[in-house]
């Protein structure tokens, strides 16, 4: 698991190369769903791993996208099989093949084809799953038929006796939650860490560099797919100065080299090819009104760009003066290369053929495509379904800026903006869980993390086992079934009167006849709740345990209120469910005056932990149930956790 741009490719490219070094003689790349995307990879580790070898000759390299032969390619691939199994030929002067491969059936099923063309018995082999949450996973879990691309893997598989199938994320939300008997279902979890010039979402969405890299895109200029506004969008030329301003600063400078500009307005070509214009246009206008001082709307144009650069000095101080920048600004608006990037007009970006670049376009520049020197995105989309995983895909602003971020900016919907700066706690979350946990069987981890409620973690025709959602509004979780096992209600049992017997709690009458007393959260946590078994809701009382131990790891001298409350109270359990309402609600009496309910007795801005003595009605069984109040000030984030397992 890396980040969005982090050098997941190198990370790879470095596997495949140690892999060959250790005997690996077939390195398979599954590059993706789309040409672009395979192609930029594809050259990458060509172009890495020959020169690591010194030489050609140690790879034989063969990429689907530039055509497939089946005859040419199986013969090639028998000569090669020969040759490892000639014990004549010294290790380090073998060659290793390496087939870049996009995930699609007709690419795929050649690859089958081709492994099982000659016999590999004893051939160590490693398959490399880039991009390893999109395509590759069954989109049918539970059916008897999976879906084309997840069985034609599985096959890959089959015809490759002796493999290591390693995936590659930088966001692994659907990896992490499919059935963990799935043949997908990763087996251990490894963080890429990034280096020290990466620039990513807990960078460009803290608090100050959010005020002054993030634009939001007023209402007027938003719009709904397929309905692009009649007119070109105010914020769209803005951002347009602010990029052409930062290109004449970086002509100056000399880095970064090249640089870019994103524009992404929704999924739809017609979208596209209205921005793609009005881009066009703009550049236009602004090239052939500067290179007229006479030109009626001269001033005006500089003005306009003027705008961009005074944006630009809120996080660059050492710009030079503005009109040391218009020459330098007149040569970058007449060079400015334009790509309208989708399957209309597909051709690749020669980053080479120009300083700067301005790409229109949809899904063909979402993940894993590397916008190089991007400096300004513009994004007026919304967050459409709300999957985490998609959202953060788009995020092809992160990268390496640390050297130029004060010539960044992102123009983003509102909506798209908050979704980033949840996604940061999310991710912090699971990598530090993952940290946590590194050496151990992912199948002994339990998959919890926070997520903002408007945020699906992945699409859900990948997910065969629930999900569990804890509000982050929601403070009180109430136990239902601290009745139903027996061992359970033992051992619960024992280990509440164990801990309430060392805090002696006393009797206070601001909490009615409920005895009370308060205890660090380390000790309630260790002592207490990490012991406590709360059968048929344990993700519900999971959510609880990663709310309090983040709360922990946040604010280590965090407090407890305990309540013993007064009983026992005897319940009987709900006809249809089973279940037990362990909170008494209001009531009053000459004896005792007006009890407000439990739910009252709590502290007013702490955790709160009732203890509970209940008898089942009908029967001799006298259990322990819990109550526990988080309030939403002390919840970071609402969670997501895996309900049950296949």
């Known amino acids: 698991m890396g980040y969005v741009q982090s050098g997941k490719t190198m990370s790879m490219t470095t596997v495949a190369a140690l892999a ?8 398979i790349l599954l590059a993706g ?43 090639t691939l028998r000569h090669a ?71 034609t893997i599985d096959r890959i598989r089959a015809s490759l006796p002796h493999h290591t199938y390693l995936q590659y994320t930088a966001t692994p939300q659907a990896p992490l939650l499919i059935s963990i008997d799935d043949m997908l279902s990763p087996d251990f979890a490894e963080l890429v860490e990034p280096g020290a010039a990466y620039t990513g979402g807990s960078c460009f969405f803290s608090a100050e560099r959010a005020r002054t890299a993030v634009r939001h895109i ?14 070109c969008p105010d914020s769209l030329v803005t951002a347009l100065s602010a990029f052409m301003v930062g290109c004449a600063v970086a002509r100056l400078r000399g880095k970064p080299r090249p640089r870019s500009m994103l524009v992404h307005p929704s999924g739809r070509k017609a979208d596209q090819k209205a921005f793609f214009e009005w881009v066009d246009n703009i550049l236009r206008r602004w090239s052939t009104t500067l290179g007229n001082p006479k030109d009626p709307d001269y001033h005006d144009t500089l003005e306009e760009l003027k705008k961009g650069y005074d944006d630009l000095r809120r996080s660059d101080d050492a710009l030079p003066p503005f009109a040391d920048l218009q020459q330098p600004l007149m040569l970058s608006l007449r060079r400015v290369a334009r790509y309208k990037v989708n399957s209309d007009d597909g051709g690749e970006v020669d980053w080479a053929n120009a300083e700067e670049h301005i790409l229109v376009g949809g899904d063909k520049l979402n993940r894993g495509y590397t916008v190089e020197g991007l400096t300004v995105t513009y994004m007026p989309r919304g ?17 390496y800026k640390a050297a130029y971020l004060g010539l960044c900016r992102l123009y983003l919907h509102p909506e798209v903006a908050t979704a980033y ?35 699906k973690p992945t699409r859900s025709n990948v997910l065969s086992d629930p999900l569990y959602r804890q509000d982050k509004a929601q403070e009180w979780f109430v136990q239902r079934y601290p009745h139903v096992d027996a061992n359970a209600i033992k051992s619960n049992r024992d280990l509440v009167l164990s801990f309430m017997k060392q805090l002696e709690p006393k009797r206070d009458g601001s909490f009615h006849k409920h005895r009370v007393a308060e205890a660090s959260l380390q000790r309630v946590l260790n002592d207490l ?40 109270r005897e319940r009987a359990p709900d006809k249809s469910t089973g279940a037990l309402t362990l909170h008494q609600g209001r009531s009053s009496s000459k004896r005792d005056g007006v009890y407000e309910g439990d739910k009252h007795m709590r502290s007013p801005s702490g955790v709160t932990l009732q203890l509970h003595t209940v008898t089942v009605k009908g029967t001799d069984t006298t259990c322990s149930g819990l109550a526990l109040c988080i309030p939403a000030a002390r919840r970071e984030a609402d969670i997501v956790v895996q309900a049950q397992r296949s």
């Open 383 to 399: 967050a459409g379904g709300w999957n985490a995983d998609t959202l953060q895909q788009r995020a092809r602003f992160f990268g």
């Open 33 to 75: 769903v789309v040409t672009n995307l395979l192609k930029q990879n594809a050259t990458r580790f060509r172009d890495t791993l020959r020169a690591a070898a010194g030489g050609h000759e140690h790879w034989l390299i063969i990429n689907s996208a530039d055509g497939i032969s089946r005859g040419s390619d199986a013969q």
């Open 529 to 568: 709740l990490l012991e406590f078994r709360a059968l048929r809701e344990t993700a519900g009382w999971y959510a609880q345990l990663v709310t309090l131990s983040n709360l922990l790891e946040q604010e280590p001298d965090t407090r407890v209120l305990v309540l013993d409350m007064d009983g026992p």
């Open 421 to 455: 700066r949840e996604y940061v706690v999310h991710e912090r979350d699971i990598r530090r869980q993952l940290k946590e946990h590194a050496g151990k069987p992912l199948r002994e981890w339990r998959r919890a993390f926070f997520l903002d409620k408007r945020m």
């Open 81 to 151: 099989v020969d040759e490892w199994r000639d014990g004549t030929i010294p290790d380090d002067q073998q060659r290793t093949m390496f087939f870049a491969v996009l995930k699609h059936h007709v690419h795929l099923d050649w690859l089958v084809t081709l492994l099982r063309s000659t016999s590999l018995d004893g051939i160590p082999a490693l398959i490399l799953d880039d991009e390893a949450d999109q395509a590759g996973l069954n989109v049918r879990p539970g059916k008897e038929d999976p879906s084309t691309t997840y069985a």
């Open 20 to 27: 060959r070094d250790n005997g690996c003689r077939i390195v």
């Open 218 to 231: 007023p209402a007027a200029d938003q719009f709904k797919a397929g309905e692009p506004p009649d007119t």
